[in-house]
């Protein structure tokens, strides 16, 4: 996978995280420890993000 297709996987990645995290919070019997992990995941990816695109613009 290049780093351009490998960037835009996280960044949809991303973004279902996202998904996730909201459609856990709406529930009245929200998981807080489930959303803990959803958070820490896309903080992960997120991390991974940027650094993938600080190494493509030097």
């Keep these: ?3 351009e297709g490998h960037i835009a996987a ?5 973004m279902e995280l996202d998904r996730q995290i909201q459609a856990e919070t ?5 998981d807080d420890l489930m959303v803990s992990a ?3 995941r896309k903080l992960e990816v997120k991390d991974e993000l ?3 695109q600080s ?3 030097q």
């Design 38 to 40: 959803l958070k820490r």
């Design 26 to 30: 709406q529930n009245r019997l929200a």
């Design 10 to 14: 996280l960044e949809r990645r991303h």
């Design 1 to 3: 996978m290049t780093t």
């Design 50 to 52: 940027y650094k993938l």
């Design 55 to 57: 190494e493509t613009r």
